[in-house]
DNA sequence: ATGTCC
């Protein structure tokens, strides 16, 4: 494989047979990720239809076929693929960050209750229920096509919340009939809750604003608290793409596709089986959306309660999903894996009070650190995609074995921070270490020109899932 | 990420 630096933030992997494009990998030589992750670029390069370059986002690292961080478009005319792997297990896995009327200082003699209180109203963990009981699959139709504005309607949430909805809080083109009967199973028990790994929600105070006029924009203030809800779709979103994953590793033979990994099984777009993937994926976004209005809404339950305060929704955004999208006259499929869409100022996708300023992008930190909010800029490469976190560097096994989660949980609060855990393991597990530095990651994205700073929020309290 | 293997 060939490197060739270009800029400080941008490296490429020149194009060599079976490549039909080359790779471009946004990252810093600190920030340069293992080999196997690099490869994993260079194996989405080979794709059928894939227009541009195969990108990797600063945070990269090795996933299931693409790597996390990847980025890979395909022409939809032109034979371009979908692949599920180019969306990950957990599809529209995403952020949404709300802002309080309320400054940190007026936070400090209610945080425990309201630390209890968070803690109680957030289902979360392996398995579980949700904070819906699903009478039954006709109820879990309505929130696959239907997503965030299903559970606005029935009264979990206001109407401007689905403006500050990427794609107005449901996906266009879900289709329930792809989604098999065991995701509806498991989808049935698990309508708005957390989930566990690096989801969670946290209350945050902004620390820091870059640029006044977009934060303003945004509703952000400098101490002034937020909640941010990190969270996907599930099992349901899971078993969905193990379903779609067997299917296309069938079927690709028929259509003649080759491909240098069996994790990178893909299918025509414009075909019976892309569209179906397509539809049962969207169906899986909608879930996860609802999921994160309906967590969103028991945390105001919560702010209300304790603290009389109100969250104003300021932007849900996903960062595992494949959407048809026109990019300069031409249909494109555009897989995100791991990395945020960042729609520059004046895109007509965005609500219009936004329009001037772009799309908000939130990136979390780890328990521990800072987070971000970004907005997309013009000219942003990458099909207008930016990073979405910090990215692993050891693995949740070596991160359990380094640290306790009792230890991790007193570390923290002797900084300030309140916890309120899951599991002890599943703490350990997501132990700050065990991260990329965040702050690092987010630099190099802005270097890149892929993205710029908004404000940098710090973690009060966190609800781990 | 995930009823961490049907």
Partial sequence: MKLVQETPFRFRIERQAPMRVPGVVFVSRDLMPEEQALQQIVNVATLPG??????????????????????AATDVSAGGVVS?????FDISCGVRLLAADL????????????????DAATPRGLGGGGVWRLPGPAQLDRVLREGACFAVRAGHGEARDLDRCEDQGAVAG????????????RGL????SLGSGNHFLEVQAVEEIYDEAVAAAFGLRLGQVCVMIHCGSRGLGHQICTDHVRAMDKAMIDYGIGVPDRQLACVPVDSPEGRGYLGAMAAAANYGRANRQLLAEAARRAFRQVAGAALALVYDVSHNLAKVEEHDGRRLCVHRKGATRALPPHHPDLPADLAPFGQPVFIPGTMGTASYVLTGVPGGHAFHSTCHGAGRVQSRHQAARSTSGRELRARLEGRGIAVRGSSWRG??????DAYKDVDAVVAASVGAGLCRMVARLVPLGVVKG
């Fill in 84 to 88: 599920p792997g180019g969306v990950g």
């Fill in 174 to 185: 879900a289709d329930p009939g792809q989604v098999g009967t065991r995701a509806v199973e």
């Fill in 189 to 192: 028990l698990q309508v708005g």
């Fill in 50 to 71: 894939i227009v541009g370059a195969s990108y990797g986002m600063p945070d990269l690292h090795w996933g299931y076929g693409f790597p996390i961080g990847g980025v």
């Fill in 427 to 432: 703490l350990a597990e997501e132990k700050p």
């Fill in 103 to 118: 400054h940190r200082e007026g936070l400090v003699p209610v945080m425990d209750r309201l630390m209890d209180d968070l």
